[in-house]
């Protein structure tokens, strides 16, 4: 009997691959009748739907990510994988900031035209941002309130006009119930990250992490008082000078500080994955630290591109319609400017860029060989 053949795939066209007869039905607006609706309001249709577009693939590539630091292990050879998954999503958000020009050619009477078939419709209702915020780990406790009165929780905003369910809320709670969040699973493997070649499993690894800050913290000492002393030579008063002192003081103790997180903070748990950081920041050219460091610095430019953004909405808000109060009823170009100050993610990763030294005033470390690549 001969081997059953391969099922030959079915010949396709462009358009039934794509589905464009699809997805040029979608731009009728609140009456879905195309013929009813301007060119004006076709537009703002459509550029929010090629931001939704958009935000499917950056959430794909996330969740992507987060599923290989969930890992109780992560190969150093798979973390390229998440480097690329987290670099498309941010190539993702970068190429989406110029569509906001596209709706700047919406002048305000143009939008002002259409705007009350939007009620009480807004962008906050996207479930899919909401998702990205969860997928990333954005705290419960950080996010504003909504509505008129400020309030209003963003799940709230997702129910449909007469309180029931809606398919974008039930999106949003499926997301909640995902389990660790990417920054909770980069925490995790930050925390197993081994400090000077030593484990959070070792006997000794408390003692080992003290002796990686201490040393850490005289070299960023030393280098404050060489910098305080440049600044110092340059000032033109004594008045400047004794200001500039206490300025580089009040610094190094806010590293010190940083180290020695409070139980609220997360405690020693918390001042290992900062140390982690630290460490990989530090010593980026030893072999086994180069693609780590290479995550650490995709998440951030992730998380700049995000801000970035936000920001960029903002200010095409405020462009089109000034600060008039969101038909959502949320405080308009306001609410999004907080949003674009507060929500943050990756905090410790941005606070260690400040913290650093120059590689020649780094201290040695102890098991430089730990990091080499190993035969076997």
């Known amino acids: 009997m001969s081997a059953e053949q391969p099922k030959q795939p079915r010949p396709t066209n462009y358009w039934e691959y794509i589905r464009v007869d699809d997805l040029l039905s979608l731009q009728g607006g609140?009456?879905?009748d195309e013929a009813q609706?301007?060119?004006?309001?076709?537009?703002?249709?459509v550029v929010h739907q090629v931001y939704e577009l958009w935000f499917k693939l950056v959430l794909r590539e996330l969740r992507q990510a987060r599923a290989l630091f969930r890992q109780p292990r992560v190969a150093e050879q798979e973390l390229s994988g998440a480097v690329r998954s987290l670099k498309r999503a941010t190539t993702v958000l970068r190429a989406s900031l110029p569509h906001w020009?596209?709706?700047?050619?919406?002048?305000?009477r143009d939008f002002l035209a259409f705007r009350d078939k939007l009620f009480p419709a807004s962008g906050f209702q996207s479930a899919q941002l909401r998702q990205i915020e969860i997928v990333l780990g954005l705290e419960e406790s950080e996010r504003i309130g909504l509505g008129a009165s400020g309030e209003q929780g963003y799940l709230a905003a997702l129910r449909a006009h007469d309180g029931a369910e809606s398919t974008a809320l039930r999106a949003v709670q499926k997301e909640l119930e995902g389990g660790l969040s990417l920054k909770h699973a980069i925490d995790?493997?930050?925390?197993?990250?081994?400090?000077?070649?030593v484990d959070d499993k070792h006997p000794e690894s408390a003692r080992e992490l003290d002796a990686f800050l201490a040393k850490f913290l005289e070299a960023h000492a030393a280098e404050g008082r060489r910098t305080c002393e440049l600044a110092c030579a340059a000032a033109y008063t004594e008045e400047e000078r004794q200001a500039l002192r206490g300025r580089y003081a009040r610094e190094h103790e806010s590293v010190r500080a940083f180290f020695q997180p409070s139980e609220a903070e997360g405690g020693t748990r918390r001042r290992r994955i900062r140390a982690a950081i630290l460490l990989i920041e530090s010593y980026r050219e030893l072999p086994l630290l180069s693609w780590p460091r290479e995550v650490i610095d995709a998440l951030v430019e992730f998380e700049q591109l995000f801000v970035i953004f936000r920001q960029r909405h903002a200010r095409m808000v405020e462009r089109m319609i000034g600060r008039r109060t969101g038909t959502g009823g949320s405080a308009g170009v306001d609410y999004l400017d907080h949003t674009a100050l507060k929500y943050r993610v990756f905090r410790d990763l941005w606070a260690v860029r400040s913290l650093q030294v120059r590689k020649d005033g780094l201290p040695a470390l102890t098991q430089p060989d730990f990091y080499e690549f190993r035969n076997g």
């Open 30 to 32: 609140v009456d879905r």
């Open 37 to 45: 609706v301007k060119n004006d309001e076709v537009l703002f249709i």
């Open 101 to 108: 020009e596209v709706m700047e050619t919406l002048t305000t």
């Open 188 to 197: 995790e493997w930050l925390h197993r990250t081994p400090i000077d070649g």
